[in-house]
């Protein structure tokens, strides 16, 4: 499989299988992850043929590793 670059519309990864977090309204409002290859795809729900944004899943681990120490508590939600 050739590099997949950030951007890339959402609807023309391979064989993606887009999983929606059970937290979503179901509609929208959701960030939805697929695995592409050995990277991790995201999108928005709201605009499904979008960009999407790939990332490793060290990058994926260490993004985590941050929220659960609070690291991004400063961003209001």
Known sequence: MSEIKNGVGAGTLPDARWTKAMA???RDDCVELAQVGENIAMRNSRDPQGPALIFTRSELVAFFDGVSKG????MTV
């Open 24 to 26: 979503s309204d179901g």
């Open 71 to 74: 690291e991004f508590t400063q």
